[in-house]
């Protein structure tokens, strides 16, 4: 039976909810028995227990929806940073983003708010034509799903002269995103891609579609390779 498009924003986001409280389980990142196993769609996932966290993980679901149904969001991120013990009150730089793990819901539908709760079989968005797909390609005219500018940091740049000052500075491989100029042809922006990135998966539920993956940042590879040549002087 067609349901309507607020029941489907509804399933996606439980769907979130459940993903944040997994990968924070997952990640180490709050003590594993704060957490209950529970089983969703038949799948193991983690649940926490803790009032403030929870608190936070709604708070973040919820303003999430508002940005969905607003048509104002392309990608969802849940970033891992590390703050060195020592920064108690932590200068610019110091913070560095170890992991990204990204949701893009740039193909869902644009859907009226006076369709929001009409049970109707919405037809999903049409691909977009591989011609503007390429990073020096215009976005192309009358497509039905809105192209959402993003913060500078995490734009692609385009292969020709840049529009404005002709420079946007910053490096590709500095995950930190405080913005500056770059030069024009650059492939990505400062914040795009990370040092390693590894697919998930890409889901199609019903009209919703979108794709999963994880972007590793320099600093997580910089601390491992620290690591490593620890453990060997010790052992030398």
Known sequence: MPQSYLAHIHHFLTFLTA????????????????????????????QSRHPTLCTWITDAVSAVRTELLAGTVARIAVVIYHQPPTSLSPSPGTTKVL?????????????????????????????????????????????????????PSL??????????????GGSADDMSGEGGGRSAGAREGADLGGARTTPIRAVEAGVLSFEMWVEEGKAKLEMASQGSAGAESSRG
């Open 155 to 168: 734009q692609r740049t385009r292969g020709g002269s840049e529009s404005g000052s002709g420079s946007a």
């Open 19 to 46: 993903y944040i409280h997994t990968l924070l389980a997952l990640r180490d990142l709050y003590p594993r028995a704060t957490f209950l196993t529970a089983r969703f769609h038949n799948t193991p996932v983690f």
């Open 99 to 151: 992991e990204r793990h990204l949701i893009d819901v740039s193909r869902f539908p644009a859907v009226p708010k006076q369709d929001w709760e009409t049970a109707v079989a919405f037809a999903p968005a049409p691909p977009v034509p591989a011609a503007a797909a390429a990073a020096d390609a215009e976005p192309p005219v009358g497509h039905p799903q809105p192209w959402i500018p993003v913060q």
